[in-house]
């Protein structure tokens, strides 16, 4: 019996990328636990490349079949672009846990941290220094973002190339001051509530800006390969969403965390 295929989904075909990828990140958190109380990296390192390395391959199969085999229809494309918005809707969430915290601590301080807010033993950053800086770098990036996409939707291949290598080197530049930023740090994770909070908030925001310029960049090389046309290129688009979330995010965190909680 013939079997009728002629249909819009998208029905993937066998992988191993989740398999190694839940192995890859397993071994990453379990490295990340024998580096907290064994201050042995030999673990994390190995959960980094095995994640990476299915990072790529994985990456590389949907461009493959979106670019090359014809099968991301206008149907599976919408599919996608939901995906994408859960995912940040996910995302949000995940970032207003850690606002909570703040403002669950710094609206009502309580006595083991001297009943004010920062702690007394606490030197805070100057918001109007590197913080301010780093704003406006986002800012910045979110134009350039826009300016690749526009300049894609147009064909201008080069104003495009420009535009986002603008805005990876923008994403790079933020991720060095922010490093700088805790290196210079008078307080750590350690150091109470304030520590606590505003390191796992500015920390995975950070993290988020890695993973975004990676996002970014792997557009940039598919660019350079002509994977996309002026209708059909939601790889980039779904990075722009990405990088807007990002910039978003910094703008609640400068704020509330540098600013007001200053």
């Known amino acids: 019996m013939k079997m009728n295929f002629n249909h819009p989904f998208h029905l993937v075909d066998y992988s191993p990328w989740p398999l190694t990828g ?18 042995n ?3 994390l390192i190995l959960g980094y490349i095995i994640t990476l390395m299915t990072m790529y391959q994985w990456w590389r199969d949907i461009s493959r079949e979106g670019t090359y085999q014809g099968k991301h229809t206008i149907l599976v494309t919408k599919g996608l672009q939901w995906g994408m918005v859960l995912f940040i809707v996910s995302e949000i969430f995940f970032f207003i846990s850690f606002f909570w915290a703040f403002f669950h601590s710094s609206l009502s301080p309580n006595i083991e941290i001297g009943a004010v807010w920062p702690p007394s033993n606490i030197t805070p950053f100057n918001p109007f220094q590197i913080p301010l800086l780093n704003t406006i770098i986002l800012l910045s990036s979110g134009v350039t973002v826009t300016w ?8 201008n291949h080069s104003e495009t190339n420009n535009s986002l290598l603008t805005t990876i080197c923008l ?12 290196v210079e740090a008078s307080f750590s994770i350690a150091d109470s509530i304030y520590g606590s909070t505003f390191f796992m908030a500015t920390g995975f925001h950070g993290l988020h800006v890695i993973i975004g310029t990676l996002f970014l960049l792997t557009c940039l090389l598919r660019h350079f390969n002509n994977h996309f046309s002026k209708n059909h290129h939601f790889g980039f688009e779904a990075a722009a969403w990405y990088w807007h979330f990002v910039d978003v995010v910094w703008l609640f965190l400068y704020i509330s965390i540098y600013w007001w909680g200053n």
């Not at 839940?22 to 201050?39: D, E, P, Q, R, Y």
């Not at 690749?148 to 064909?155: C, D, I, P, T, V």
């Not at 790079?172 to 805790?182: G, P, R, S, V, W």
């Open 41 to 43: 990296i030999n673990l």
């Open 171 to 182: 994403g790079m530049y933020f991720t060095i001051l922010q490093a700088y930023e805790y």
């Open 148 to 155: 690749a996409h526009h300049a894609l939707m147009e064909n």
């Open 22 to 39: 839940a192995i890859g990140v397993l071994t990453l958190v379990t490295g990340m636990v024998k580096w907290f109380h064994n201050f």
